[in-house]
């Protein structure tokens, strides 16, 4: 069964600091890997995905995404944190067994926090 | 304008009773999904339907039954409500490509009394 790992349950950064937030996923096969978004009382809003191809994704807001197949790894990016970038962030990765309806597999979540 | 609406925004209701929840998307997606967002924020998928056909029905109780009337249309209706099914439920939907992102509705807070 494929799953995604969030180690973080938070992480603080500076107003105008790089900020990563970390995804480790276990798949059988090639990754479909998702970032998404959560703003208090939202919905999931999609930031950027790894299908195939370079590495690096860039994505909404300023946003990007390395992709280590070694590592297995797919961490989330931005050079600049703003203090709006402040919310929750799920990684997850395509289900493969519906075909094109497949669900989306998420880590638990990491809440962003961007001090003044 | 809203892609993907649900409705309603918050349900508040007693152990046993019935409720359901409607979604409706305008982007043209054929595909539908619903997700149970628990207390703790972890997501999980519940069901999901292509061209208004179950395709995938995780570990569900029978009391939770999707119904699709069309593509744009997918709802949930629950019976028998029980403590443990308070929640925020989302509506997703998808063009049916594995590489397609899904939109999300903004979620349904269910509270059971």
């Known amino acids: 069964a494929q799953s995604v790992a969030q180690p973080e349950d938070q992480v603080n950064v500076a107003e105008g600091n790089p900020l990563t937030v970390k995804c480790t996923y276990s798949v059988s096969g090639n990754p479909y890997l998702f970032w998404y978004v959560q703003y208090p009382n939202r919905g999931l809003q999609f930031l950027l995905k790894?299908?195939?191809?370079?590495?690096l994704v860039k994505g909404s807001y300023g946003f990007e995404a390395e992709f280590n197949k070694s590592q297995t790894s797919f961490h989330l990016k931005k050079p600049s944190a703003l203090v709006s970038d402040s919310a929750l962030y799920f990684c997850a990765v395509r289900d493969l067994r519906g075909g094109g309806a497949d669900g989306l597999t998420f880590g638990k979540g990491t809440h962003l926090i961007i001090q003044p | 304008d809203t892609a993907v609406s649900q409705t309603p925004k918050y349900l508040v209701t007693q152990m046993g009773n019935d409720k359901s929840i409607k979604c409706e998307q305008n982007l043209g997606h054929d595909t539908m999904y619903w997700y149970k967002q628990d207390s703790k924020k972890f997501l999980k998928i519940m069901f999901s339907y292509n061209n208004k056909e179950l395709i995938i029905n995780e570990t569900v109780p029978n009391r939770f039954s999707p119904k699709s009337p069309d593509k744009a249309h997918l709802n949930l209706h629950i019976n028998s409500l029980e403590l443990g099914d308070s929640a925020v439920y989302f509506c997703?939907?998808?063009?049916?490509?594995?590489?397609?992102?899904?939109?999300f509705g903004d979620g349904t807070r269910l509270s059971i009394l």
């Open positions: 997703a939907s998808s063009q049916g490509q594995r590489d397609q992102p899904q939109h």
């Open positions: 790894y299908i195939t191809g370079d590495n």
